[in-house]
């Protein structure tokens, strides 16, 4: 019985989608596999109509790309690994130290609310806004003129009407005005205890567990204090 053309590009098509799909090595056509099809074939082709030269190199090609495909995947998947050990060995740093976290979400306790804005440009005027659980107004910290770059707020729990706020979650608001007179709203970084972390799989942003505030990626760390 003699192998067509259409039958080993139809194995080595099947090969490939497997090895994409990460399936199991035994499902995979490998280099050992294909030279035995190919030397079947060749021992069992039609003497009247024996493959031709184009046909012969083009398996071989075909199945190169395959077999370069899949050792181009492995790479990625090397790298990716490697990136992610390097991730968590930096992200170990961070366990009992307090950051700041890309977040709206502040935590009152008895040392204040604390977090930071960093300006791209000086502005005339910043007021930093907190918001209660019902999307109430109840603290205002204006900072004034400020210029470029980093600036840090502390809100002490003092509400609008003087009385001190419950510790907890509270929103946090940050506008800047221009000297132009241009309201932009900017985002705040809420500080906060890093108490735990969460490995994610291999492409996955860590996890940070922080102290009242919950989980953040670590890619929202903006700074370690």
Known sequence: MSTSLNDLNSLIGSSAVQDTAATSNQDQLGQDDFLALMTTQLANQDPLAPLENGDFIAQIAQFSQVDATSQLLDSFNG????????????ASNLL????????????????????????????????????????????????????????????????????????????????????????????????????SLTLGGVGEDLQVDVDN?????????????
């Open 79 to 90: 790298l990716a690994a490697n990136l992610q050990s390097s991730q968590a060995l930096q």
């Open 213 to 225: 505030l919950g989980q953040f990626g670590f890619s929202e760390v903006f700074r370690i204090l």
């Open 96 to 195: 009992g130290r307090d950051a700041l976290f890309a977040s709206e979400q502040g935590f009152l306790d008895d040392s204040g609310l604390q977090g930071a804005l960093n300006l791209e440009d000086s502005a005339a005027d910043v007021n930093v806004n907190i918001y209660n659980e019902v999307n109430e107004l109840v603290g205002v910290i204006n900072l004034g003129e400020r210029p470029a770059g980093l600036a840090n707020f502390n809100w002490d729990g003092v509400q609008i009407d003087e009385t001190r706020a419950n510790n907890g979650r509270y929103r946090v608001e940050v506008q800047s005005t221009s000297p132009g007179g241009i309201t932009t709203a900017e985002q705040p970084y809420v500080q906060g205890r890093v108490s």
